[in-house]
């Protein structure tokens, strides 16, 4: 049984930096690519960054140039810096294995995810 565990989230000003952690524990393929997603009520759950096993990244393009993936495999931690946080990227941020060519989850079941609120 695979399970992540996000943390890191909190209450930040914009322009301001968070750092987001997520372990992935359980019969999970290391060389599984691995991706971050949010999601705000009433929305879907939208793909934020991706990393593959190689250490190639791809961003949606709202967060490119501001977030930075990154992970490291022997610890099985996934890592998402955020910089200049914006109001719009207050949402609930998850990780998950993907399929690194389409960014699709790979269908595990999701985990609590870490609140991120960017107010002033």
């Known amino acids: 049984q695979v399970q992540f565990v996000e943390s890191g989230g909190g209450l930040v000003q914009p322009g301001g930096s968070l750092r987001l952690s997520c372990v992935a524990s359980?019969?999970?393929?290391?060389?599984?690519?691995m991706g971050w997603y949010r999601q705000v009520p009433g929305n879907q759950r939208a793909f934020v960054a991706g990393?593959?096993?190689?250490?190639?990244?791809k961003y949606a393009g709202s967060v490119r140039g501001r977030f930075t993936i990154s992970r490291d495999n022997a610890k099985n931690t996934l890592y998402l810096q955020m910089d200049n946080l914006k109001l719009e990227d207050t949402a609930r941020y998850y990780c998950?294995?993907?399929?690194?060519?389409?960014?699709?989850?790979?269908?595990?079941?999701w985990g609590q995810g870490t609140q991120v609120t960017v107010s002033s």
């Open positions: 998950h294995a993907i399929f690194y060519s389409t960014a699709t989850p790979r269908g595990y079941d």
């Open positions: 359980g019969s999970i393929d290391k060389s599984y690519s």
């Open positions: 990393i593959n096993s190689v250490g190639n990244t």
